[in-house]
């Protein structure tokens, strides 16, 4: 039978079904997840439908912090990437923060194209600028999906660079806490996960970092 117009009762009988299926394998998971909440990590990622975080990376709720917007940005004057960032360093303690692009972002590709899509385009316009920024090497290929690809790497590298660059990141590093920050990304093709080499855990070591994941992907 179709669900009727309007209804979402697939949904909760989706639900009930998923949570049965986790009870099955343990019985007490939900009342000891409702107790404490203690992440080890903080995922940055795309909303993109097609990349569910915890799915992913095969974590179950509670060990997996998420925050996700329109091409896995990382804006220095978005209260509410930096209020998760806060929070999940400074509150819950994680000791890595994850960005995670993927290929064949529609946030990238537009931006990569110059399209205009709207209110969006405000939003992209930090994309369009990391676009201007290595114009030369993304735009030296003439295969637009292969553009697209190392844009969406080259994305994830600043992005991790403005990660670094936070008070939050920063604070926490001064302090002494253990933070490591981690560019990874996604292929919706093959479902596999990619390391792009930008792991920072110091902010002495983010130039270093950063010259050096992206010398593999834009020439100067």
């Known amino acids: 039978m179709h669900p009727q117009p309007f209804s979402l009762q697939h949904l909760f009988a989706n639900n009930r079904t998923w949570a049965a299926n986790i009870r099955r394998l343990d019985p007490e998971f939900f009342v000891k997840l409702s107790r404490q909440q203690t992440p080890e990590y903080l995922w940055i990622g795309c909303s993109d439908s097609r990349v569910p975080a915890n799915e992913i990376v095969g974590l179950l ?84 999906v292969a553009a697209s690809n190392r844009l969406c790497e080259v994305n994830v590298i600043e992005q991790v660079a403005n990660v670094c660059r936070t008070t939050i990141a920063r604070d926490a590093w001064e302090r002494g806490q253990a933070l490591s920050v981690h560019g990874f990304i996604y292929g919706l093709q093959d479902g596999i996960i990619r390391d792009l080499t930008v792991t920072v855990n110091d902010f002495s070591l983010v130039p270093k970092a950063y010259d050096s994941a992206l010398a593999g992907l834009i020439t100067p």
């Open 61 to 144: 709720p509670g060990e997996l912090f998420v925050h996700r917007n329109v091409a896995n940005l990382v804006v220095h004057t978005d209260l509410n990437c930096l209020s998760v960032m806060q929070f999940a360093v400074d509150i819950l303690k994680v000791r890595h923060i994850i960005v995670c692009g993927h290929y064949g972002c529609s946030g990238v590709g537009a931006a990569l194209r110059e399209d205009r899509l709207g209110l969006s385009d405000n939003w992209l316009r930090h994309l369009q600028d990391i676009r201007e920024k290595h114009a030369a090497g993304l735009l030296a290929t003439a295969d637009p």
